[in-house]
């Protein structure tokens, strides 16, 4: 029989590939039990926006490493307006524009900013009652979590979601699909906590589910490792 978690203080860890559903689905999942909701991928934009910012290198991993400590994170964790910060400046509009985004595998790669992060991680985390995304978060950042689960969906229909948010009629379905493999492979085949699927992790294939129905699965699988009731 599973260990049960009160809701209050309960971990879901949740990681996948680039346009899986991470975000939507832990934030749905976060809001409708009450619990807090962190977007480390968010983090490591941050991070990659700051050096661009102040003109360090992206790949330079020593100039990378040597500027780690630098950026003053601030990360909110109300899954109704997720915030984040650097150095005081609201980065969530820039943080996902193509610069940051065709640089942030190569400043996630660099072992001292995974080191610094991981460890603002877990200091958010606290005493749990949080869903947490990204991609090491079952394996290295709450590797305790009550419940782990592995995001997935084929590559194919990742990109024709990612391209059905896009504000531009001209974007590539096959653009955008080379950019998630790319993206894909480097954070899969780093050194230092690749992208890989947790021993004791549920796998979730979406590629046929949309995201309502993702949402419940989702719930339903909380409430085989909660006390509370989960609905
Ligand atoms: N099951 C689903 N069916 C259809 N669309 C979905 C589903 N899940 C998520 N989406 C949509 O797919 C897009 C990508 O989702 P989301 O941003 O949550 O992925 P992600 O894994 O957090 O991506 P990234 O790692 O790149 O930040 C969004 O537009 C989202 O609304
Ligand atoms: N725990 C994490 C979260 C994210 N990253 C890296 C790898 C991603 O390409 C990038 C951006 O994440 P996204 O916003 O697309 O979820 O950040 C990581 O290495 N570890």
Redesign the pocket.
Known sequence: METRTPLATIVVAV?GP??SG??SVSRAVAQRLGLRYL???????AVTWWMLHNQVDVHDAAAVAAAADKPELVSGTDPAGPTITVDGIDVAGP?RGAEV?GA??AV??VPEI?TR?VAL?RAAIGAGGIVV?????GTV?APDAALKVYLTASEAARAARRNAESDDPAASVTATQADLAR?DA??SG?AT?P?SMPADGVLVDTTEMDRDQVVEHLLALVGTRAEDAVR
């Open positions: 990681d680039s346009g991470k975000s977007d480390t991928g968010a983090m490591y934009r943080i985004t942030v595998s996630s790669a995974r992060l991680q995304e990204g991609r090491d978060i950042v993206r480097l954070d780093r906590a992208l």
